[in-house]
């Protein structure tokens, strides 16, 4: 049955919008190459209420969405309370998903990481990533995700390893379609709950909802 993550979240507003949703994660990208970067003193503030706005759900996980980034800044981030779980986008390999894991040591929760793989035409190798937590399954491309295009979902339908979230594309129209083919852990959105470029607040909700209906559906065999 699948989880919801909206990703991206910048704005007081979109902090209003996931606490009335309530999605099980929600992403700040902390990635420079991403219109929707914050900063680490925007992304406290938005979680905690720093700007006037309610402080995020405490059922809400927070994930950080990285490229490349050094340890050292990720493992401040996760003990100082800005981010529950970390996802990484970059060439990190199983040696740098070590250092984390040891480097976050003795905090409780646990970081737990999400390792984004972009996938083609075909089933993609996952021998170099390590031992993440989960895999993020994403459409290929030289931007490291983003791109708002889906792949073709066939090509995880035998897949039978670390359960994933699956990004890239999704929007309400195709959601149910998705989880339908191959219920993911986890499924992953950003710009299809956008309007001109920013969240909104009601595809957000409409969203969440959709999934969450199809969750119960499934749950009780009706589908």
Request: charge should be neutral; include cysteine.
């Amino acid at each position: 049955m699948s989880n919801v993550k909206i990703c991206g979240l910048s704005r007081e507003e979109d902090i209003t919008a996931v606490n009335h949703a309530l999605p099980d994660y929600i992403g700040f990208v902390f990635a420079a190459a991403s219109r929707r970067q914050v900063t680490p003193d925007q992304a406290y503030k938005l979680r905690t209420g720093g700007y006037g706005n309610p402080p995020l759900h405490p059922n809400i996980k927070t994930v950080g969405v990285f490229v490349n980034e050094k340890v050292e800044v990720i493992i401040d981030l996760y003990k100082n309370g800005v981010i529950d779980m970390v996802q990484l986008h970059g060439d990190e390999d199983a040696g740098y998903i070590a250092r984390l894991r040891e480097q976050s040591g003795g905090k409780t929760p646990p970081l737990q990481i999400i390792k984004a793989v972009g996938v083609g035409d075909k089933m993609p190798s996952l021998q170099s990533i390590g031992e993440p937590d989960y895999i993020l399954f994403d459409t290929l491309s030289e931007q490291r995700g983003g791109t708002g295009t889906s792949f073709d979902w066939n090509v995880l339908k035998k897949y039978k390893g670390l359960p994933y979230f699956l990004a890239g594309g999704l929007t309400f129209a195709n959601a149910a379609e998705a989880i339908t083919l191959l219920s993911p852990f986890c499924v992953d959105v950003s710009g299809g709950v956008e309007t001109d470029g920013v969240k909104d607040a009601k595809k957000i909700y409409e969203f969440v909802d959709l999934v969450k209906r199809i969750t119960v559906s499934k749950r009780h065999g009706f589908s």
